[in-house]
């Protein structure tokens, strides 16, 4: 079975310093790892994903994420915090199927506030 | 539509009352997924149809909770005699035929009083 565990529920950071989000994977085959990003009252928006081919993945808002197999972790980073950045964060992890999609299983989340 | 449109936005339940929550994915897209997602969590997998077929629903919490997708687009999400731990934000998420990238709707936020 897969399973994420994101490290701290909630990270705070001063406006243009560096944010860093943690999450570990568990995964028995080779999985696809998901950044989501949930604002007040809103569903899921897709921040990036990482699909088995470049490890250092880019993705929307200037969020970046790098797979390291050796530490089953996938954090989520950002070289300068703006203030538009506060939202909750999920990372999530599936597992690839030829034939059909695959459930996507979330972790519990880290809620980023900034600091002006 | 551009996006996955979930309805009612909100909704608020009596207990023991049904209620049934739809979901209208992105035009084309085949796969189609209901979460839960209780107060400070994470969403929790429901259920998962192909088409109009339903492929896993390991994650229905008890009999009362019934999903369908009868001509593989519109999928509706019935909870039968709504209890209080039923008070959720109920997310639909739909993609292509292979989980690289699935949308997800605003979601139903139930209440049951």
């Known amino acids: 079975a897969q399973s994420v565990t994101q490290l701290g529920s909630h990270v705070s950071v001063s406006e243009g310093a560096l944010v860093l989000l943690r999450c570990n994977y568990s995964s028995s085959v080779p999985p696809y790892l998901f950044w989501y990003v949930q604002y007040p009252n809103q569903g899921l928006q897709l921040l990036l994903k990482?699909?088995?081919?470049?490890?250092l993945v880019k993705g929307i808002n200037g969020f970046e994420a790098e797979f390291k197999k050796s530490e089953t972790s996938f954090h989520l980073t950002k070289p300068s915090a703006h203030m538009s950045d506060a939202a909750e964060y999920f990372c999530?992890?599936?597992?690839?199927?030829?034939?059909?999609?695959?459930?996507?299983?979330f972790g519990s989340g880290t809620r980023l506030s900034i600091r002006p | 539509g551009a996006g996955v449109s979930q309805s009612p936005r909100y909704k608020v339940a009596k207990r023991g009352q049904d209620v049934a929550l739809r979901c209208d994915p992105i035009s084309g897209h085949v796969s189609l997924f209901w979460y839960q997602q209780a107060l400070g969590q994470g969403p929790e997998f429901l259920t998962y149809f192909q088409n109009e077929a339903q492929l896993d629903k390991s994650g229905l919490p008890s009999d009362r909770f019934f999903a369908e997708r009868p001509e593989g687009s519109v999928s509706t999400l019935k909870i039968q005699r709504t209890q209080q731990e039923d008070s959720a934000v109920y997310l639909c998420?739909?993609?292509?035929?292979?989980?690289?990238?699935?949308?997800f709707g605003q979601g139903t936020r139930l209440t049951v009083v």
């Open positions: 990482y699909t088995s081919a470049a490890t």
């Open positions: 998420a739909s993609s292509l035929e292979k989980v690289t990238e699935a949308f």
């Open positions: 999530a992890v599936s597992v690839p199927r030829y034939s059909s999609a695959s459930k996507i299983i």
